[in-house]
């Protein structure tokens, strides 16, 4: 069905004063998508309605329009489910990845462009000791080159630009919101995760001002003399432990000692890696689940974090436990804990009976292949 002029059906909006306020009859937008959304979306309204009592379609404004700087992405591990992991139960961790800034900003300038040269010359001009670093910023550098392997290229310049804005500001709205997401879900601890040990004014930066964070905002104390803190006895949250962790070494750590990570927060990028890395070892982006979210304005928009998959379209074979879940997440942000806590109870009977659409299927011994639709009708069953 197409979204253009869809009017909204009966139902109360969704408000929010202080905290969010959610009628009894909320209308709650969505988008089907393409490829395998319908057939995902249908097993998951169908999971939504028998949970939340049924929900309303109309069109939604995305990332950028919300300002959602929140993707907030948290991976879990439902028993049974294949994973490369001896001990995936031991996974339990709620990425909060920076939405808006960083590489992801897309400030770029492709190759051989004049827009490209003009921050190449600017650079030479104001920057020329920072200049130097570019590798083959000037004709006479990749001409050297060429020449030195005897390959027959040209001369030109040909370097693509890319800007990493990382701010301040944009740093404490992330960090606060983690934080204040472990307070308020009893967590143990928050990682800042950074390549700050070689981008230091950018993500060095983000790790020192997360910090500032948690000692200006929340009265956190050093430990044995810094930089991790603690949020002490008396305060909300004490025993929080905020910490810190270079990226690389990270997705290491993430492997070997998963139960020492609970709550992180990271860039753009790096939070990419790391949350499909997540995924892979409690069963893959088909079940992971990805809010985007404004703590300050209230503002979410919850989705599956996979691609289209265009091959299976109305095949109703596709795993819907991405959208499900993060359904389930909506419904917990909306403080409708009921309902989201009835479709982890029917997810995790429907995975437990290995009666699971082909991606679990053929990785479970005495599994039975059912298709999306089914699926969906065997989490409703385990309710």
């Known amino acids: 069905m197409p979204y253009k002029d869809v009017a909204p059906p009966a139902g109360e909006k969704i408000t929010r004063t202080d905290t969010l306020n959610v009628p009894d009859q909320p209308v709650i937008p969505f988008i089907r998508g393409d490829g395998t959304g319908p057939d995902i979306w249908a097993a998951s309204e169908r999971v939504f309605d028998a949970a939340g009592g049924g929900i309303r379609s109309l069109n939604v404004a995305l990332r950028q329009l919300l300002d959602l700087f929140v993707c907030l992405r948290p991976i879990q591990y439902f028993n049974g489910v294949p994973s490369p992991l ?9 990425i909060f990845r920076e939405n ?4 992801y900003a897309g400030i770029e300038f492709a190759a051989g462009t004049p827009d490209a040269q003009k921050v190449l010359d600017f650079l030479k001009k104001e920057f020329p000791q920072q200049f130097e670093k570019i590798r083959f910023g000037t004709k006479q550098k990749a001409s050297d080159f060429w020449k030195k392997v005897g390959a027959p290229e040209r001369d030109d310049v040909c370097v693509g630009i890319g800007i990493k804005p990382v701010s301040r500001s944009g ?8 934080i204040s997401y472990a307070i308020a879900n009893r967590r143990k601890s928050v990682t800042l995760v950074h390549k700050g040990n070689i981008m230091k004014f950018t993500e060095g930066a983000f790790r020192d001002w997360g910090y ?14 810094g930089p991790w803190c603690e949020i002490p006895m008396g305060k909300p949250g004490a025993g ?3 910490n810190d962790a270079i990226a690389d070494n990270a997705l290491q750590q993430f492997l070997l000692r998963p139960a020492d990570y609970d709550v992180i927060a990271t860039l753009n990028l790096n939070g990419d890696y790391l949350s499909d890395a997540l995924a892979a070892q409690v069963g893959g982006i088909g079940i992971a689940p990805g809010g985007n979210i404004n703590y300050i304005t209230g503002h979410a928009v919850f989705e599956a974090t996979h691609g289209t998959a265009p091959k299976y379209t109305n095949q109703d074979k596709v795993n819907p436990g991405s959208v499900i879940l993060s359904g389930e997440m909506m419904f917990r942000y909306m403080g409708w804990t009921e309902a989201a806590e009835l479709i982890l109870k029917g997810l995790k009977g429907a ?7 082909y991606d679990f299927a053929r990785l ?7 298709k999306c639709s089914q699926f969906g009708d065997n989490v409703i069953a385990h309710m």
């Open 100 to 103: 808006t800034e960083d590489i």
């Open 364 to 370: 479970m011994e005495g599994a039975t292949e059912i």
């Open 171 to 178: 740093t404490v709205r992330l960090v606060h919101s983690a």
């Open 240 to 242: 929080i432990v905020i």
């Open 351 to 357: 995975i437990a009976s290995k009666r699971v659409t």
């Open 212 to 225: 500032e964070v948690a000692k200006q905002y929340f009265g956190a104390k050093e430990i044995g003399g």
């Open 86 to 94: 001896k001990h995936p139960e031991k996974v339990n961790m709620v």
